[in-house]
């Protein structure tokens, strides 16, 4: 279909932004109430499948508690501008607006009472306020370079060529390939001589080598309180165990700084942010001294940790290590061990379940050759790229949502 009420009848348009999700939408709407004539084309048959399914349906579409720190990137600073300039409360504002009803969850994650198509609905009528035109489904075929300022980049579609003075590159990453993923716009990067940050799966389930996972698997579905560490990555949420090894919340969030310790430049919080993930299975109290006071019992120790812990969990871990046995065996020594392996237990997962399981991409265009204000590749005039196609990845949390508001925000005001 072409999206109605504006269909692409013209064949030049002022900015073209190629993929129609949160990011593309949000500054198509930007760039036409400023009066520019914009094009929004994608390959998709329904308009931001990512919206829709996000949330469970209800779209945590931002978060109260946004700051640089929630994002990683190669370029960590990069972010800051956009961020401080469309703040949570902007789009807030917006949603108010269009009389959305939403709730506040936990570690100040905002969510729609009814669905996420409301957020999906107050953005394609914000384009619709811009006169924004459609191309969809609509299959990019090529781009080139055109010989005039007006047309700077020509566009040969399904629907035929468009030419177009800005091009905004809104095409995502590689997660959930199920919906449409794909590599488009590392590819556009790079052939207009753009660096791109290897794309790794970001916010996604571990997967555990077969000597560990055959001591834990048949844990799977067990959820429990801790804190997961890795570089410069420290979360506190639920871990749950899986048939492949860990995920939960807190695994989702660390998993992006263990993807990222390749990548040098401390984005994991040193040059390699760690091989293995430092787990504290005791994140509420002083395990020491909860063990000192528990150091005359005759109960088994796997007994005694199943007062914090479940059950089955803590016995194979005692197990695991030999300490099953009554708490008054042990010495102060031991004990003292046992404190640390319960604040610090290690495990280094041998890789992942995958795009098809990620929440969001690790890596991207590389933003040391984006503008910070306006989204713009410095060496090239009028290429824009913006959301989750570029190096800068969110927290679990409408951390990476309130990113595709502000970066196409900045774009929409610059294209």
Request: proline content about 5%; glycine content about 12%.
């Amino acid at each position: 279909m072409s999206a109605s009420p504006h269909s692409a009848s013209s064949r030049h348009f002022d900015v073209i932004v190629i993929g129609g999700g949160g990011a593309g939408m949000m500054c198509a709407a930007g760039a036409g109430q400023r009066g520019r004539r914009v094009l929004v084309i994608d390959h998709a048959t329904k308009l931001a499948e990512k919206i829709r399914i996000s949330g469970g349906g209800r779209c945590n579409f931002t978060n109260l508690e946004v700051g640089i720190g929630n994002y990683l990137s190669r370029n960590p600073q990069f972010c800051r501008s956009a961020l401080s300039r469309y703040t949570p409360g902007h789009f807030i504002e917006q949603v108010n607006r269009h009389g959305i009803a939403w709730h506040e969850r936990e570690h100040g994650q905002l969510f729609c009472d009814d669905s996420a198509q409301d957020i999906i609905d107050m953005l394609r009528a914000e384009c619709d306020d811009g006169n924004v035109s459609w191309a969809m489904p609509c299959k990019l075929d090529g781009i080139a370079r055109g010989d005039t300022d007006e047309a700077r980049f020509l566009l040969d579609t399904s629907h035929g060529r468009f030419s177009c003075h800005s091009l905004v590159v809104a095409t995502g990453g590689l997660a959930i390939p199920k919906i449409g993923a794909s590599p488009l716009g590392y590819k556009i990067a790079e052939q207009f001589g753009l660096p791109v940050v290897a794309p790794k799966p970001a916010l996604v389930p571990l997967t555990l080598p077969p000597d560990e996972l055959a001591i834990y698997k048949e844990l799977a579905g067990m959820a429990f309180d801790a804190v997961a560490e890795c570089g410069a990555g420290r979360f506190r949420e639920n871990l749950l165990f899986t048939h492949r090894g860990l995920s939960g919340p807190v695994i989702l969030q660390v998993s992006s700084y263990w993807q990222a310790r390749d990548y040098g430049g401390g984005v994991g919080g040193g040059d390699d942010g760690g091989s293995q993930i430092t787990i504290n299975l005791f994140p509420a109290e002083d395990v020491r001294q909860w063990l000192a006071e528990h150091a005359r019992s005759k109960a088994l120790l796997g007994n005694l940790l199943a007062e914090r812990l479940p059950r089955r969990f803590a016995h194979a871990w005692c197990d695991e290590r030999g300490w099953n046995r009554p708490a008054n065996q042990f010495n102060p020594r031991e004990l003292d061990a046992i404190a640390s392996a319960l604040q610090g237990w290690q495990i280094s997962p041998d890789g992942t379940l995958g795009y098809a399981k990620a929440e969001v991409t690790l890596g991207g265009v590389d933003t040391r050759a984006l503008s910070s204000k306006t989204m713009e590749a410095r060496e090239v005039p009028g290429l824009y790229f913006i959301g989750e196609v570029m190096d800068v990845t969110g927290h679990l949390g409408g951390y990476n949502f309130q990113w595709a508001w502000a970066s196409g925000h900045a774009a929409g005001l610059a294209a």
